[in-house]
């Protein structure tokens, strides 16, 4: 495909997607979902910059709001009312992410006291750490493309506040770990278990708040995150990474470019850390690409977890060009080369998932049909990943 029928396919799922879900045209009881909300942001910046139209950087923006007052406030079925951070109206205008925000699932969240259902605690609400970070991303992504400081900072209260509630220390001691599901005022654990990359991207998306604080608009002297960061730091060492969950080797990949543009945009370190990420992904990948998954009718297959795989198999590619443009930098670093190298070859793979999944006749199944709303805005990052995939 060549760059205009892209931009036209991807344009088109997201103004389905705008109409779909109460963005526009506006509608007074709007369906947000974090994590699809997340990289719709990113995928209405990357149409800016592709068409250089005003129009969808104002959807990114007014999506941005949206957000906040519907997932940072209350549900409807919720006795409670307001900000979810119990801050007064005005106040949380001002600061909207300070109370986290709400995932945006159908049920109302467990109450203190119920039984734990392990299939109905998927449909109910709460916070996700690692739908945290994500909204985390998109809203550095709309400050550095609207030059306004006020998306990065809401970034980092929101960081602030996620660190807070999800990282706690054991009763009976030991090192600190991370919740999986947090209530919907961050006031207990709804599943204390610990997500698997939770620590990475935490610590990932803290050093990228921080970067654009101190690059975009000068507020080095301040280091909103350190405590964070090195908190998180601590974590993340004792975390297996290794996943055979294309969603996840997707995340690893991308935060892989990710780890390789603050290198970048830091003058190096981190190398350690971008090895044992590419290390943690290879096998995955290797498997994937050889096992039988891919090759299934698409109503055995989750659209939306193979196309993270695919996003994140374009990062790979990237990671290359970037080492090119900056071989200062990562010069004498022939193991990293070599596992890019060794990890790119998989692009035809990546390639291979979103063809299938942007040939309507796969859009009847009703694997995609359920998810209709992720997958479509997921096919549409994986067709023009740069919005998402950059820092």
């Not at 036209?8 to 007074?28: C, K, N, Q, Y």
């Not at 990114?60 to 409807?76: D, I, K, N, P, W």
């Not at 969950?245 to 690893?252: A, E, V």
């Not at 096998?283 to 996003?311: C, K, Q, S």
Request: with cysteine; proline share 5%; charged share 25%.
């Amino acid at each position: 495909m060549n760059d205009e029928a892209i931009t036209e396919d991807m344009a088109a799922i997201m103004r389905e997607f705008a109409s779909g879900t109460g963005l526009e045209p506006v509608s007074a009881s709007p369906r947000r979902y974090l994590w699809t909300d997340a990289f719709a942001v990113c995928n209405y910046l990357e149409l800016f910059r592709r068409t250089g139209d005003s129009a969808w950087r104002d959807l990114a923006v007014r999506l941005v709001g949206q957000v906040h007052h519907t997932l940072g406030r209350h549900r409807e079925d919720d006795p409670r009312e307001g900000w979810i951070s119990g801050l007064p109206e005005g106040e949380g205008e001002l600061h909207p992410t300070r109370g986290g925000l709400r995932i945006g699932k159908p049920l109302n969240e467990r109450k203190p006291g119920e039984p734990y259902d392990d299939r109905l605690e998927w449909d109910q609400d709460g916070q996700y750490f690692h739908y945290l970070t994500k909204w985390m991303h998109a809203l550095n992504r709309v400050s550095r493309v609207t030059r306004e400081q006020k998306y990065n900072q809401w970034a980092i209260e929101l960081a602030r506040a996620a660190h807070a509630a999800f990282i706690f220390v054991h009763p009976s001691g030991g090192p600190r770990r991370m919740c999986w599901k947090m209530s919907i005022d961050l006031s207990h654990p709804l599943v204390a278990s610990m997500g698997q990359h939770d620590p990475l991207d935490g610590f990932i998306t803290y050093s990228e708040l921080q970067l654009t604080a101190a690059q975009d608009f000068g507020q080095a002297q301040r280091l909103y995150l350190s405590s964070e960061i090195a908190e998180i730091a601590t974590i993340c060492r004792g975390s297996g990474m290794a996943t055979g969950d294309p969603l996840g080797l997707g995340g690893l990949l991308a935060d892989a470019f990710r780890i390789a543009q603050l290198m970048a945009g830091t003058g190096g370190g981190y190398t350690g850390l971008i090895e044992s990420v590419l290390d943690a992904a290879a096998p995955g990948v290797r498997a994937f690409a050889t096992g039988d998954d891919i090759r299934m009718p698409p109503e055995h297959r989750l659209a939306f977890r193979e196309l993270g795989l695919a996003i994140g198999l374009a990062g790979t590619g990237r990671i290359a060009v970037l080492m090119d443009r900056h071989p200062g930098i990562f010069a004498g670093m022939a193991r990293l080369h070599d596992r890019v190298r060794a990890l790119s070859a998989y692009k035809p793979l990546g390639d291979a998932i979103t063809e299938f999944w942007r040939d309507k006749r796969f859009q009847t199944a009703m694997t995609w049909v359920e998810h209709k709303e992720i997958n479509g805005v997921m096919l549409a990052t994986s067709l023009a990943p740069d919005g998402f995939l950059t820092i």
